[in-house]
């Protein structure tokens, strides 16, 4: 089944205490991205990755790190977690960056930060 | 900078109609619209590519106004599964590789 698979789901962490959250996807897609989704403001966007090796901010990255070293995974990193980011946060791919290709995204993960 | 989407919330009961409106400051190169469900990922509805272009599903349909830098996105005789947060999500220049969403507008239909 073609689908993009983030892991934990849920966490709840005390400041300061890196995390990662693991995002992998089974379409051979190019394209990954990473959102983020607080109440009244949308989903926004924290990195993205035109394909291995290739990331660029989006719109809200403070505080976060990506790698791209294969083409299946997209890992969010949070070196130093604050309160500020806890949040639900989406994973997601599509074929390739360009022209009209349809997003898929994973299940989400809750991000607690005490 | 997200484009602006409004009503922020509607209400309906089930047969009627919703428009949903999509806007942004700079110019478009598309308009991608999505469905999350409560707890649920976003889904994807329709991509508008082409000013003028409008596209249906089922009884979901949008149109893209390039002049205008908008989009509306139409749920005729809704139905409960429709509701939904929905989301535009808008790209600039000649690539979809920033894809900016908007707050989105909380729909719900009663019966």
């Known amino acids: 089944e073609a689908q993009v698979t983030q892991n934990p789901r849920y966490l709840i962490t005390v400041t300061g205490k890196k995390l990662t959250v693991t995002c992998s996807q089974n379409?051979?897609?190019?394209?990954m991205s990473w959102y983020r989704q607080d109440p009244g403001l949308g989903l926004r966007q924290i990195y993205y990755s035109m394909n291995v090796e290739v990331t660029d901010k989006g719109d809200v990255p403070e505080g976060y790190k990506v790698s791209r070293k294969e083409k299946r995974n997209f890992p969010l990193i949070l070196e130093s977690p604050s309160p500020n980011q806890t949040s639900l946060y989406f994973c997601?791919?599509?074929?390739?960056?360009?022209?009209?290709?349809?997003?898929?995204f994973g299940a989400g993960s809750r991000l607690t930060v005490l | 900078q997200q484009p602006v989407q409004s009503p922020q919330a509607v209400i309906l009961r089930e047969g009627e109609d919703a428009v949903i409106n999509c806007s942004s400051s700079?110019?478009?190169?598309?308009v991608h619209w999505y469905r999350q469900k409560h707890g649920e990922a976003p889904v994807f509805l329709m991509i508008?590519?082409?000013?003028?272009e409008q596209k249906g599903h089922d009884k979901i349909s949008a149109s893209f106004n390039e002049k205008k830098q908008q989009s509306s996105l139409y749920l005729t005789a809704s139905q409960l599964s429709y509701s939904g947060t929905y989301f535009c999500?808008?790209?600039?220049?000649?690539?979809?590789?920033?894809?900016?969403f908007g707050k989105g507008t909380l729909l719900t239909v009663n019966p």
């Open positions: 999500g808008t790209s600039k220049g000649g690539s979809n590789y920033k894809l900016t």
């Open positions: 700079k110019a478009l190169y598309s």
């Open positions: 379409m051979n897609h190019e394209y």
């Open positions: 508008l590519l082409k000013g003028g």
């Open positions: 997601a791919s599509r074929i390739s960056a360009y022209g009209a290709n349809v997003l898929t």
